[in-house]
């Protein structure tokens, strides 16, 4: 079974500028969530999506928002972005619940200039 | 709200020993606690889930415990090697389905 894709792995931008996210979850996961990590903060939350509809969010301003698809796929968008969303974002899918056993993917390296 | 500690940032030892991680938390008691590991560049991997009602969970070299009453979970790896070096993670919920916390990590180094 393939694990969670998610792309690009490595972007850079310039303050201002928006971004896009891409996840694929595990064959047969209906959540996904989002998470941002950082040195300062640690992995925080920052939404699930379960069937296509936003489930639970975390405490994010709302530059950061996300949606998934009806195969499961999973995007997140930040807009106007600032120095501080630099930051490696982990998608993680799991069959039902979103905070149990979360399978990660290899995440995106985000750089803002 | 819930808050978590892993009071380590990081653990030296030697091979072959046990590596012992703990994990505190504040307030009231998660239905479960999740251990992950981490190796740098990449995402989390899920290792061990034990539940309030659980006092202890064995998978191989790895045991959890879970004690409600210190508010404390402690993360063993036995027979440890060189390649069990990472960071672990703790996570547990915030008593509602809505939030999940992680704690910052230890990073754990076995020495040859």
């Known amino acids: 079974k393939a694990g969670v894709t998610q792309t690009p792995r490595y972007l850079i931008k310039t303050r201002g500028q928006q971004v896009t996210l891409s996840c694929s979850p595990i064959?047969?996961?209906?959540?996904v969530s989002w998470y941002q990590q950082t040195p300062g903060q640690g992995l925080q939350f920052l939404f699930e999506?379960?069937?296509?509809?936003?489930?639970n969010k975390g405490n994010f301003p709302g530059r950061f928002s996300g949606r998934q698809f009806s195969n499961s796929r999973s995007e997140m968008n930040v807009s106007t972005l600032e120095l501080g969303d630099s930051a490696l974002y982990l998608c993680?899918?799991?069959?039902?619940?979103?905070?149990?056993?979360?399978?990660f993917g290899s995440g995106t390296q985000l750089s803002v200039l | 709200s819930q808050k978590i500690e892993q009071n380590s940032e990081a653990l030296n030892i030697q091979e072959g020993k046990t590596a012992t991680l703990t994990c505190n938390y504040t307030?009231?008691?998660?239905?479960?606690l999740q251990w992950y590991r981490q190796d740098p560049g990449r995402g989390p991997v899920f290792l061990l889930l034990?539940?309030?009602?659980?006092k202890e969970k064995r998978k191989e070299r790895l045991k959890v415990t879970f004690d409600t009453t210190l508010k404390q979970s402690l993360f063993h790896i036995t027979a440890s090697q060189p390649a069990d070096s990472a960071t672990y993670l703790c996570?547990?919920?915030?008593?509602?389905?809505?939030?999940?916390?992680f704690g910052s990590g230890t990073r754990l180094s076995i020495r040859p």
């Open positions: 993680a899918s799991s069959f039902q619940s979103f905070n149990e056993k979360l399978f």
């Open positions: 064959s047969g996961h209906r959540s």
């Open positions: 999506y379960f069937s296509e509809t936003q489930r």
């Open positions: 307030n009231y008691s998660p239905a479960y």
């Open positions: 034990i539940r309030e009602n659980e």
């Open positions: 996570a547990l919920d915030q008593g509602s389905a809505s939030k999940i916390i």
